[in-house]
């Protein structure tokens, strides 16, 4: 089974902290996501990566930051947290695939972090 | 411009009936997957189905079924025989071919209430 841990399930932080939420798979998975969820907005897209060091942004990357330094380990950086990052924050892998969509693309998520920022 | 639409905030079913799930979807692409995940309380989000736009039958899995009618861009998911346990968060999503595979959209979501 595919297995995606994140490192926290709930986190309390002040505001201007720096805050890190770290996401690791143990499926080979060269894609791997960070989003967050708010209801009534389902899920959006901090940053992707499709490789070690690669990194791509996504919908709403401001604020956020990410590093990939190895495949299995994806982290999302808060640099200074703020009370509108208050949310659940879900990471997600896959595999890479191009062109025909055949099914192996399917994300894999986390438990995900709820992270409060006070 | 919103490209995966659930119009049902949330939705009831008594307990061993079946239900739907509406999910409508907006792509210029021709080669497309769609997804469906359950997202229960505890906040993990669980791959369900999955259909691609070339299959021709509609992907099935267990008690989840999803009724895929390409001209009009649905992508329903049928439950069938709810259980208490069904009670829970569902999404749609759609994967992008065009985008290499590396952004999948997802919907606002429906939630389900499963009434005994």
């Known amino acids: 089974d595919v297995k995606v841990t994140q490192s926290s399930r709930y986190l309390v932080k002040r505001t201007g902290e720096k805050v890190f939420l770290e996401c690791v798979q143990d499926?080979?998975?060269?894609?791997m996501f960070w989003y967050r969820q708010d209801p009534g907005l389902g899920l959006r897209l901090i940053y992707f990566?499709?490789?070690?060091?690669?990194?791509e942004k996504g919908d709403i990357p401001e604020g956020y930051s990410v590093s990939r330094e190895k495949k299995e380990r994806f982290s999302l950086i808060l640099e200074s947290a703020s009370t509108n990052q208050t949310s659940m924050y879900l990471c997600?892998?896959?595999?890479?695939?191009?062109?025909?969509?055949?099914?192996?693309?399917?994300?894999?998520f986390g438990p995900g972090t709820r992270l409060l920022v006070l | 411009a919103q490209k995966i639409t659930q119009t049902q905030p949330g939705m009831f079913v008594q307990e061993k009936e079946a239900v739907t799930l509406d999910c409508t979807y907006d792509?210029?692409?021709?080669?497309?997957?769609l997804f469906w995940y359950k997202q229960p309380s505890s906040g993990e989000m669980i791959f369900l189905i999955y259909?691609?736009?070339?299959?021709?039958q509609n992907a099935t899995e267990g008690r989840y079924s999803l009724n895929f009618q390409k001209a009009r861009k649905s992508a329903n998911l049928v439950i069938s025989a709810s259980q208490l346990g069904d009670s829970a968060m569902y999404f749609c999503?759609?994967?992008?071919?065009?985008?290499?595979?590396?952004?999948?959209?997802f919907g606002a979501g429906t939630r389900l209430f499963v009434k005994a």
């Open positions: 990566s499709y490789d070690v060091k690669m990194k």
């Open positions: 792509t210029s692409d021709q080669s497309y997957g």
């Open positions: 499926m080979d998975h060269e894609n």
């Open positions: 259909q691609g736009s070339y299959d021709e």
């Open positions: 999503a759609m994967r992008e071919a065009l985008t290499g595979g590396f952004k999948t959209i």
């Open positions: 997600a892998s896959s595999f890479r695939t191009s062109g025909r969509a055949t099914g192996q693309e399917t994300q894999y």
